[in-house]
Every structure is written in C-alpha cells, then in structure tokens.
C-alpha cells in the first residue's frame, strides 16, 4: 500500500512554469512505476508522463512532449513533473499514480495504475 500527496499546481499566465510534486509514503517507492495524468473538466482522464521504477526512462504525451519533464528520487519517495511553456489547454487536474505491476516496464493506461493521489488544480490562464 502507498499513499501519495500531489502539491505546486497553482495559477499560471500562458507561457510560465509549475513544478508539481508528489510524495509517497512507504518504503517501498523505488518499486512503482510512476505516471501523471490530468483530467480537464467535461474530458476523461488522460496521460502525460511516466518514468519507470529506476528512473532511467521516461515517456510523454505528443501534447506535453519537449514543455513537460518527469523526474522521481527515489531516496525522497518523490516524483516531479517540470511543466515549462504551459498553455491554457493544458489546465486540468493533475494526479501522480503508482503501478505496482513488476512485469510491466511502463503503461500509460491509467486503469493499470493501482494507487492515486487526490490531485492538484493546474490553471493557465491566456
């Protein structure tokens, strides 16, 4: 079982930068891959980035591919995403989660990830 805490969304102009932050309890954080997905209102959840159990891999959305960059330190129990450039498309709800499938490298399905934070309100304004 892990819990997670998400922080840094916030309101930003078009063009700035947030640093969001999400913090695992546990001692087991270096085993879950992690992803961060957003939820627009009116719109499903959707992917946007994952980085697998050692960090040495990541992967993006084509919408956030070259803004956004996903981090995790596993000796903090900590996962980032650097949202640089932002866009008001890109305002949504942002959820870190955990998968704890070994057998799966990375997914970006989020019906695979086991846990999930309760999220943080993004908001671009133009």
């Known amino acids: 079982q892990v819990q997670l805490l998400e922080s840094g969304g916030g309101l930003v102009q078009a063009g700035g930068s947030l640093r969001l932050s999400c913090a695992a309890s546990g001692r087991t954080f270096s085993s879950y891959a992690m992803g961060w997905f957003r939820q627009a209102p009116g719109k499903e959840r959707e992917f946007v980035a994952g980085?697998?159990?050692?960090?040495?891999?990541?992967y993006y959305a084509d919408s956030v591919k070259g803004r956004f960059t996903i981090s995790r330190d596993n000796a903090k129990n900590t996962v980032y995403l650097q949202m640089n450039s932002l866009k008001p498309e890109d305002t949504a709800v942002y959820y870190c989660?955990?998968?704890?499938?070994?057998?799966?490298?990375?997914?970006?399905?989020?019906?695979?990830?086991?846990?999930w934070g309760q999220g943080t309100q993004v908001t671009v304004s133009s």
């Open positions: 980085i697998i159990r050692g960090g040495g891999s990541a």
């Open positions: 989660a955990a998968d704890r499938d070994r057998s799966v490298v990375f997914t970006a399905d989020p019906k695979k990830y086991d846990y």
